[in-house]
């Protein structure tokens, strides 16, 4: 059974940080990525790891969250995880982990498993 699990989700003050994790089981992706939703839209690209074998990547981000956020993974622990520094009250959204089975895909459509999702609250 495959399974994305997300935590680390909170309340934060504008400027603070939040580490969101992926915990992945059951399958082994070429692709994952963070995407949020908030409130009345759609669900949008934030950032996106491609595995290309032994510990290289290539790792793109959305243009609104270059330069404060930063995904990585924890081989050890099968775990992406996604650094967010220098919040804004826009970043406000809840938090979705997905795999798909291709690599370098960034696209919600191109995405075949999800996690239930965990929201991030940034207060101005």
């Known amino acids: 059974q495959v399974q994305l699990v997300e935590s680390g989700g909170g309340l934060v003050q504008a400027g603070g940080s939040l580490r969101l994790s992926c915990a992945a089981s059951?399958?082994?992706?070429?692709?994952m990525g963070w995407f949020r939703q908030a409130p009345g839209k759609e669900r949008e690209f934030v950032a996106g790891?491609?595995?290309?074998?032994?510990?290289?990547?290539?790792?793109d981000y959305a243009d609104s969250v270059k330069g404060r956020f930063t995904i990585s993974r924890d081989n050890a622990k099968n775990t992406v995880i996604l650094q967010m520094n220098s919040l804004k009250p826009e970043d406000t959204a809840v938090y979705y982990c997905?795999?798909?089975?291709?690599?370098?895909?960034?696209?919600?459509?191109?995405?075949?498993?999800w996690g239930q999702g965990t929201q991030v609250t940034v207060s101005s």
């Open positions: 790891m491609s595995f290309s074998g032994g510990n290289s990547y290539y790792a």
């Open positions: 059951g399958r082994t992706f070429k692709c």
């Open positions: 997905a795999g798909a089975q291709r690599p370098r895909v960034f696209s919600k459509d191109e995405y075949d498993y």
